[in-house]
Nanobody, 122 residues
Framework: QVQLVESGGGLVQAGGSLTLSCAASGGTNSTYAMGWFRQAPGKERDFVAG????????YYAGSVKGRFTISRDNAKNKLYLQMNSLKPEDTGVYYC???????????????WGRGTQITVSS
């Protein structure tokens, strides 16, 4: 059983930057692919970025490509999401998740954190 806890959310102005962290425990996170998802009010939870367990492969949603960077530190059991040039449409609850394979499919992720809110003001 893997427990995931996100941190680093908050309120930021458009054009600003934030870095999210996700701490994993209760398992060996280096064996899992990891992903970030977000959910805006009234909308479905969408894939944002994913990274393979060794970090060699990374996927990004088109809406964040070039602005967000996903990374991981397996020695620290940590996952990160560096977010630059934030836009109001990036607002939502951001979740980290773990999966046996690197995928953009939400239902393929087995473990989820509780999420952290990001609000981008215009």
């Amino acid at each position: 059983q893997v427990q995931l806890v996100e941190s680093g959310g908050g309120l930021v102005q458009a054009g600003g930057s934030l870095t999210l962290s996700c701490a994993a425990s209760g398992g060996t996170n280096s064996t899992y692919a990891m992903g970030w998802f977000r959910q805006a009010p009234g909308k479905e939870r969408d894939f944002v970025a994913g990274i393979s367990w060794r970090g060699g492969n990374r996927y990004y949603a088109g809406s964040v490509k070039g602005r967000f960077t996903i990374s991981r530190d397996n020695a620290k059991n940590k996952l990160y999401l560096q977010m630059n040039s934030l836009k109001p449409e990036d607002t939502g609850v951001y979740y980290c998740a773990a999966s046996r394979i690197l995928t953009v499919i939400t239902t393929e992720y087995d473990y989820w954190g509780r999420g952290t809110q990001i609000t981008v003001s215009s």
